[in-house]
Nanobody, 126 residues
Framework: VQLQASGGGLVQAGGSLRLSCAASGRTFSNFHMGWFRQAPGKEREFVAAISRSAYGDSTRYADSVKGRFSISRDKSKNMVYLQMNSLKPEDTPDHYC??????????????????WGQGTQVTVSS
């Protein structure tokens, strides 16, 4: 699977962005998809994940984004989206999409992911 992330940009606090992740290669619906973010000098941080279709497209969110972010999948387009609302300055780091086939219980762990897209920069000004 190859991944291409896009949709980042500069937005004021309280604004919204929608990130997109385009997948190509192997059957997209067989993978859990995750979004992570990473600030300079810090470890990669879990943001959200959506399960593969066999798990019913379940979702999981980091506590810091619950109620503000929403992850979704468009199987017909091989796309995963991260809708980010009520953005805060701490949402600023580069965001990355990734895929994994590990058990759903471990989807918050970045080292469990096998393939990563390039980062898309998100900047939230206060």
């Amino acid at each position: 699977v190859q991944l291409q992330a896009s949709g980042g940009g500069l937005v004021q606090a309280g604004g919204s962005l929608r990130l997109s992740c385009a997948a190509s290669g192997r059957t997209f619906s067989n993978f859990h998809m995750g979004w992570f973010r990473q600030a300079p000098g810090k470890e990669r941080e879990f943001v959200a994940a959506i399960s593969r279709s066999a798990y019913g497209d379940s979702t999981r969110y980091a506590d810091s984004v619950k109620g503000r972010f929403s992850i979704s999948r468009d199987k017909s387009k091989n796309m995963v989206y991260l809708q980010m609302n009520s953005l805060k300055p701490e949402d600023t780091p580069d965001h990355y999409c990734a895929v994994t086939q590990i058990v759903w219980a471990y989807v918050e762990h970045p080292r469990r992911y096998t393939t990563w897209g390039q980062g898309t920069q998100v900047t939230v000004s206060s």
